[in-house]
Nanobody, 126 residues
């Protein structure tokens, strides 16, 4: 059973870059047809798909976040990483990493991603 775990700082200052890592166990991030996603949920708001990196290393981003988002991977560590630059308090959210079979851009429920991390709270504040 694949397991995912987010890690990174829980507090980031405005204008800085938020960096989170997802460590995957029980399955390879290069496995054919799987995509590795970052999703977030701000307080009191719905889920937002931020972007993903595919099994071949291709990256896909939400148009609204594309200018500030970068997703990369380290296949030797079976990890993938999110970087979100120039953060503001509006980027405060619970951030999830998740696996999908195929590219999914429209997130309605976390149940769409049965293989996902538990989520990590990131607060943007000075």
């Amino acid at each position: 059973q694949v397991q995912l775990q987010e890690s990174g700082p829980g507090l980031v200052k405005p204008s800085q870059t938020l960096s989170l890592t997802c460590t995957v166990s029980g399955g390879s991030i290069t496995a054919i047809l799987y995509y590795w996603n970052w999703i977030r949920q701000p307080p009191g708001k719905g889920l937002e798909w931020m972007g993903s990196i595919g099994y071949g290393g291709g990256t896909y981003y939400s148009p609204s976040l594309k200018s500030r988002t970068s997703i990369s991977r380290d296949t030797s560590k079976n990890q993938f990483t999110l970087q979100l630059s120039s953060v503001t308090p509006e980027d405060t959210a619970v951030y999830y990493c998740a696996r999908s079979r195929g590219l999914i851009r429209d997130v309605r429920s976390l149940t769409d991603f049965p293989s996902r991390g538990q989520g990590t709270q990131v607060t943007v504040s000075s």
